[in-house]
T-cell receptor, first 116, second 115 residues
């Protein structure tokens, strides 16, 4: 199973709402990632969790709050978003990212977020 | 800072034409190299990767890429494209120094194949 699943597929939320995006993988990967992608642009890294600990935060605004409840699950909590936050939010996972061992990232289908 | 350059931003081809998409990177150490594809409305899929060994790597759907270390390049090729190859193509590089977990992405190439 090389699948990363994400829910919901689409989400429309107002600027005062609180919502969460969910991501799950069952490949035994110990690193999980959140990316933001605008149309026809490369993904922009937001957060990296390694062994369920936050290891990279790319200076993401606090209205985005990641959570890694266990090694298979990754959440992204959203609160007080702005219209410019509308984008495709991608989750990815990979094998042990520590040291210099090579690995690839597997991407989920994404959540299309629209902030109104 | 490390960077990845994809020279062709938009490519339009007819079916059966040959394809070569350029990718150059700036890092001089040991790297892992990737090509990802994103079909319209779909998620990013790994086309192929280079970690070590034979610099000519073959991926899915008839794609291949050649790593030329002296040119810091990892160009993607396909001898005969199909309409279904219409997609965004992203080159990405990960350096193997230290504890780096990041992929450095090119800006992407939008390929349109006319039937």
């Amino acid at each position: 199973d090389t699948e990363v699943t994400q829910t919901p597929k689409h989400l429309v939320m107002g600027m005062t709402n609180k919502k969460s995006l969910k991501c799950e993988q069952h490949m035994g990967h110990r690193a999980m990632y959140w990316y933001k992608q605008k149309a026809k642009k490369p993904p922009e890294l937001m957060f990296v969790y390694s062994y369920e600990k936050l290891s990279i935060n790319e200076s993401v605004p606090s209205r985005f709050s990641p959570e890694c409840p266990n090694s298979s699950l990754l959440n992204l909590h959203l609160h007080a978003l702005q219209p410019e936050d509308s984008a495709l939010y991608l989750c990815a996972s990979s094998q042990d990212p520590q040291g210099s061992r090579p690995y690839e990232q597997y991407f989920g289908p994404g959540t299309r977020l629209t902030v109104t | 800072a490390q960077s990845v350059s994809q020279h062709n931003h938009h490519v339009i081809l007819s079916e059966a034409a040959s394809l070569e998409l350029g990718c150059n990177y700036s890092y001089g150490g040991t790297v892992n190299l990737f090509w990802y594809v994103q079909y319209p409305g779909q998620h990013l899929q790994l086309l192929l990767k280079y970690f070590s060994g034979d610099p000519l790597v073959k991926g899915i759907k008839g794609f291949e890429a050649e790593f030329i270390k002296s040119k810091f390049s990892f160009n993607l090729r396909k001898p005969s494209v199909q309409w279904s190859d219409t997609a965004e193509y992203f080159c990405a590089v990960k350096d193997n120094a230290g504890n780096n977990r990041k992929l450095i992405w090119g800006l992407g190439t939008s390929l349109a194949v006319n039937p």
